[in-house]
Every structure is written in C-alpha cells, then in structure tokens.
C-alpha cells in the first residue's frame, strides 16, 4: 500500500459538518490499495455459486517471521 | 443443507469456505441480496405455510444451517439513477427490500446461525461498555463535539489521542489516481488547534503503548489468536497502513486464559458465535480490548499461522448438519 499523503477530498465548508477523521484522511495510491483490486482477475465459479469468483493462487502456509528477528543483536 | 448468505461481489472470505464444502461434498445454497431482486431464480415467499419455494421446492426444511456474511451491506449499492425522487424511490425500495428480508429472517429463525442476523452489525460503543463489564480493558473513550474538550482530553492523556469513527462502516473514495480512507489518526496539539471550535460529535481515544496488536478469531468458544510483531520500533498508528510491510511478522499466539474468559464472556453477552477481536497488548504488558467485527477478515492470519480457518469454519457448519441429521 502506497501512502500519498493526508488529506481530505471534501471541502473545507463540508468538512465544518463532518467527523474529524474526514480531515485527515489517508490518501493511497488506488493500484496499491488492496480493495479496489485493481490487476486482480475475476471469473465465475459455478461450483462456488459465484459470478465474481478470484482463483487465489495457491500457496505454502509460512510464517513470515524471518530468522533474523530471533538472532541477537551482534552489538 | 447448507445455506449461504453472502455477497453477489467478490468477499474473499466466502468463496475459500465454499471450497472445504465441495471438498467435503456438502450440499449448500449461496444466496445474495442481489439474487432477491434479479430474475435469475424464481421463489415465491407463502406467508400461510410460512414457507418459501425456489423453483417451485419448498426449502423450509431442507436448510437446516445457514452461515451468514456479508449479506445486507450490498443494499447500499442498490439504487436507480439519479433524477427526480429518486431519493425517496431509494428509500421505498430498499425498505421494501429490508422487509422482505426481515420476514425471511422470522422463518429461518429456528435455524443454526454463524452469525445470528440481527448480531451482524454491533455498535462500537455499546461493545466496549460490554467489553469493559467482563473485566476487558478499554482504552479511555470519548465522544466529542468541540476543540476545547479535545484539548483538554488530551492533556489529560499525556499527549496521548488518536480519532477513528464511531461505526465500523470504513468505506474508500476515489479520485483520480487516488483513494482516500478515513483511518485511526493520531491527534497533536497542532492539528487539534486546527479544527474549527465546534464539529459533527467524532470518537476521541486514548492512544495505548503498544508492545503489539493480536488479532483473534473466535469460533464458537475457540480461540485462534494472532500476534502482529514488528521490526525495529516504527509504526503506523493504524494497523491497516502495515499489512503489506516487510517489517510485520504474524505469528501463532496463546492468549492467558483470563483474557479468553473475559472474550468468551463478552461474545455471550453480544449473542455472537464468530467474530474477529482486535486486541492491544502495552508495553506494560496488559491487554486493551479495541473491537470486534462479527465478520472481519481472517485469511492472511489463516495462512500465515497455519490456523486453516476456512476449513474450520466448513467444519463447524458440516458438525451443525450432522447434529440435525442425528436429532432427527
């Protein structure tokens, strides 16, 4: 996720009749943010009952707890 | 049989559960809000056997199990194109709709429910009072509608204030190549003089020390908890904005059993038999309840603890159909 920066996309006149959290909203690249989906394939599943069915690509369970953070700090 | 509700789009939390049940070769029926309003299946709804029929089958006593996610939300996305009235033909329609869907909801009452249908949204506030009556620690909450108390609020807090809505109904909006969320945000004097002397009433918060976050997911009185470790010292106040970093380590995690008397006490208390609880432990090594979402997401902590939720969850409502199958 690609984090643009903080901002609104309301007016300063609508934002006086807002939730302050309208004020500081985090503005994302859109290809990165992960909802929208964008270069994700859909297809249909008749199986799945499905219309909008995503074959997730199948992939070995790890962890990604990497090595590294449980070696002592050499210093 | 199983019955479905879901969502006509793509909810990634669905479809990986359906997989377990066709491994399994159990018969269910997805069912969305969308499918109601189309064409697509014929039904018709008999309020004087109180029963309804698709393609002309009664299916009152075929379903015996029904797995509720992500169901109603798609009625926000039903509207015809603006015009005149159309405000209120949104209105008369989706109430026509809710009440259909209502009435459904009394004749499958009976039924074994993931996710019982009037326990599908919580509110935020009336579950951390709840939270804090089973013995959970809550963050210190505020609702506020003006710059002075907020000012206040966070001098009584060291400094330490953060904002995030009320409800749980986070949606993004686009512009251009953007998208913008409204997100957990953390407050400083600087942004606080900023806003304007009064305001809409927003959620203020105290802001935990966190040693790290635990995601759990709860499944009929289990416990499948999460720790969210970090690299190095940085992070955003908002968990969201680090899913995808390198720095972020999900991994296996053992609640103390108090905490999961507590939790256990608390989803009874809120008639909830699934839910994803967000949980803060501080550096003091306290856990701080922040919410639970009666349908959160659980596939990167399935995956990366090795917790195969979605085979649990096939699990749970095939063992609800063999249990009916056998008291009959």
Redesign the interface.
């Known amino acids: 996720?690609r984090?643009?920066g903080i901002?609104?996309?309301f007016t300063d006149e609508l934002l006086?009749?807002?939730?302050?959290?309208?004020?500081?909203?985090?503005?994302?690249?859109?290809?990165s943010?992960?909802?929208?989906?964008v270069g994700k394939r859909?297809s249909t599943?008749a199986?799945?009952?499905?219309?909008?069915?995503?074959c997730?690509v199948p992939?070995k369970?790890?962890?990604?707890?990497?090595t590294q953070?449980y070696l002592a700090n050499p210093s | 049989m199983i019955l479905?509700l879901s969502n006509?789009?793509?909810e990634?939390g669905?479809?990986?559960v359906?997989?377990w049940l066709?491994h399994y070769q159990v018969p269910f029926?997805?069912v969305s809000l969308h499918d109601l309003v189309t064409s697509k299946v014929r039904y018709h709804v008999d309020l004087k056997t109180r029963d309804i029929f698709i393609n002309g089958q009664s299916v009152k006593h075929s379903i015996t199990t029904i797995w509720h996610r992500r169901f109603l939300g798609a009625a926000n996305a039903m509207s015809f194109a603006a015009g005149t009235n159309t405000d209120q033909l949104n209105f008369e329609i989706r109430t026509e709709l809710h009440d259909l869907v209502s009435y459904l909801e009394l004749l499958f009452r009976d039924k074994t429910w993931l996710t019982a249908f009037n326990r599908i949204k919580v509110n935020k506030l009336e579950v951390m009072d709840l939270a804090s009556q089973a013995g959970l620690k809550v963050p210190h909450t505020r609702i506020i509608n003006n710059r002075d108390e907020v000012l206040a609020f966070y001098h009584e807090l060291g400094g330490h204030l953060i904002?995030?809505?009320?409800a749980d109904v986070r949606g993004?909006?686009?512009?251009?190549?953007?998208?913008?969320?409204?997100?957990t945000?953390n407050l400083d004097a600087g942004?606080i003089a900023a806003?304007?002397e009064h305001?809409?009433?927003?959620?203020f918060q105290e802001k935990v020390a966190v040693d790290f976050e635990v995601r759990v997911f709860y499944l009929d009185g289990r416990f499948f908890a999460t720790g969210t470790?970090f690299?190095g010292t940085e992070r955003n106040v908002?968990k969201?904005?680090d899913?995808?970093s390198?720095r972020?380590?999900?991994?296996p995690y053992q609640l103390p059993a108090v905490v999961e008397e507590q939790l256990t006490q608390l989803m009874r208390t809120l008639e909830l038999n699934t839910g994803s609880i967000d949980l803060l432990r501080t550096v003091a090594g306290e856990y701080v309840f922040i919410e639970v979402n009666p349908v959160g997401q659980y596939l990167a902590e399935?995956?990366?603890?090795?917790y195969?939720l979605e085979k649990e969850i096939a699990e749970w409502l095939i063992n609800q159909e063999i249990s009916c199958a056998s008291l009959e």
């Open positions: 996720m984090v643009i901002g609104s996309v006086v009749e807002l939730p302050i959290g309208y004020r500081f909203m985090v503005q994302i690249a859109a290809d943010f992960g909802e929208n989906y859909f599943s199986q799945h009952q499905s219309r909008n069915y995503r997730v992939k369970p790890v962890s990604n707890l990497v953070d | 479905v006509e789009a793509y990634q669905t479809d990986p359906l997989s066709l029926v997805k904002s995030k809505p009320i993004s909006y686009q512009q251009g190549d953007s998208t913008h969320v409204v997100l945000t942004r806003l304007p305001f809409f009433p927003s959620l470790l690299s908002d969201k904005l899913s995808g390198e972020v380590h999900y991994v399935s995956t990366y603890c090795h195969a």
